[in-house]
C-alpha cells in the first residue's frame, strides 16, 4: 500500500511539472545575435570619363580618377594591370600625376583594338581602386563608348559621296618672292658685316695714328729700350695723356685724367723716378731694370680697352 502511494505521489509531480509552462531557452537567455556580414566601406569616385563616341580602331582613350576622398589623398595597394582588358581594349598604360591644382589622379590609357564590322558601343571595363590605408573602395563603373568599322560593311551599297577618294592636289607655293627676300637678306648681312670690319679698321688706324702711346709704341719699334729716344716718346706719351707736362709731382694729375692708368701705377711711377734719376741726376741705368717697350705695350692695351 505504501509503495502504491509513493507512485500516485511521484506520478502527480510529473504531471504538474509537465502542465508548467518551460521558458524558451533563448528568452532565458536573451534575444540571439543575428550574424552580419563585415562589408568594406564604398565611396564613390570622381572619374574624368573619355569622349563616349567617334572611336575607331587604333584610338587611345585616357580615364583619369581622383585618388582623393572628402578632400584627404589615398594611396591605392595596387595599380591596374596592364594588357587585355576586354575584346575591346587594351591597358596600355596606368601612372599617377597631378593636375595644375596639385591634386593627385590615376590615369589608365586604353587603346581600341578591335573593328567592329557596324557602329556598336564598346564599354571600358569596370574595375576599382582600394585605399592602401583604410581598404576604401573607390569602384570606377563600365564607361559606355561608341565604337564604328573603318570602311562600311558593304561599300558597294554605298552612294558614291561615301567612297574613298583620292587626295586632293596641293597648288605649288611659289617661291620667287621668298627667295628675292632671302637674296635681300643674304646682301644686306654681307654689307653690314663689310661696314663694320672697315670701320674696325678704320678706328685701329686712326687711333694708331692719333693716339698717345699708339704713337709712341711705333716709334719705340725702331728703338732700343736704353736708347734716351725711346725715354722721350713715352714721355711725350704721358705729357700727351695728362694735357701737361708729366713729372714725378704731377703725376696725381694724370692719374686724375687718364684713371684707367691706375692699373699701372706702381710700374708708372716707378718709371718717373728712373727717368727723373738718368736725365737729371746723371745715375747710370740698369738696361733690365725697365723694359720700354713692354711697358709702352701694356699701356697701349689699357689705352685700347677704354678708347671712345
Not at 714725378?248 to 684713371?259: C, G, I, K, Q, V
Request: hydrophobic share 45%; glycine share 6%.
Amino acid at each position: 500500500m505504501r509503495l502504491a502511494r509513493y507512485a500516485l505521489v511521484v506520478a502527480g509531480c510529473f504531471a504538474l511539472l509537465g502542465g508548467m509552462p518551460v521558458a524558451d531557452s533563448q528568452q532565458a537567455s536573451g534575444p540571439a545575435e543575428t550574424p552580419q556580414r563585415v562589408q568594406k566601406a564604398t565611396t564613390s569616385a570622381v572619374i574624368e570619363q573619355p569622349r563616349a563616341f567617334g572611336y575607331v580602331i587604333g584610338d587611345v582613350l585616357t580615364q583619369g580618377v581622383l585618388l582623393s576622398v572628402d578632400g584627404r589623398e589615398i594611396e591605392p595597394t595596387e595599380l591596374p594591370a596592364t594588357g587585355r582588358a576586354s575584346i575591346w581594349y587594351e591597358r596600355r598604360t596606368v601612372r599617377i600625376e597631378k593636375d595644375t591644382a596639385g591634386a593627385r589622379w590615376l590615369a589608365v590609357e586604353y587603346q581600341l583594338v578591335n573593328s567592329p564590322q557596324a557602329v556598336t558601343v564598346a564599354p571600358l571595363p569596370a574595375w576599382k581602386i582600394v585605399a592602401k590605408d583604410t581598404g576604401e573602395e573607390l569602384p570606377v563603373p563600365a564607361w559606355p563608348v561608341t565604337i564604328a568599322p573603318l570602311t562600311p560593311e558593304n561599300p558597294s551599297l554605298q552612294s558614291a559621296a561615301d567612297e574613298l577618294r583620292p587626295d586632293a592636289t596641293v597648288a605649288a607655293v611659289p617661291t620667287a618672292p621668298m627667295k628675292r627676300g632671302l637674296v635681300v637678306g643674304l646682301v644686306g648681312l654681307v654689307l653690314t658685316v663689310v661696314a663694320w670690319l672697315g670701320w674696325y679698321a678704320w678706328r685701329n688706324r686712326r687711333a694708331a695714328s692719333t693716339k698717345p702711346f699708339a704713337r709712341a709704341l711705333r716709334e719705340l719699334r725702331q728703338l732700343d729700350d736704353s736708347a734716351p729716344e725711346a725715354w722721350h716718346a713715352l714721355h711725350r706719351a704721358f705729357d700727351s695723356t695728362a694735357g701737361i707736362a708729366v713729372r714725378t709731382a704731377t703725376l696725381p694729375s694724370l692719374f686724375e685724367r687718364a684713371p684707367h692708368l691706375n692699373a699701372m701705377r706702381t710700374e708708372i711711377e716707378q718709371f718717373f723716378r728712373l727717368s727723373a734719376a738718368r736725365f737729371f741726376a746723371g745715375q747710370p741705368l740698369e738696361h733690365p731694370a725697365l723694359p720700354v717697350r713692354a711697358f709702352c705695350q701694356r699701356l697701349r692695351e689699357i689705352e685700347k680697352r677704354h678708347e671712345l
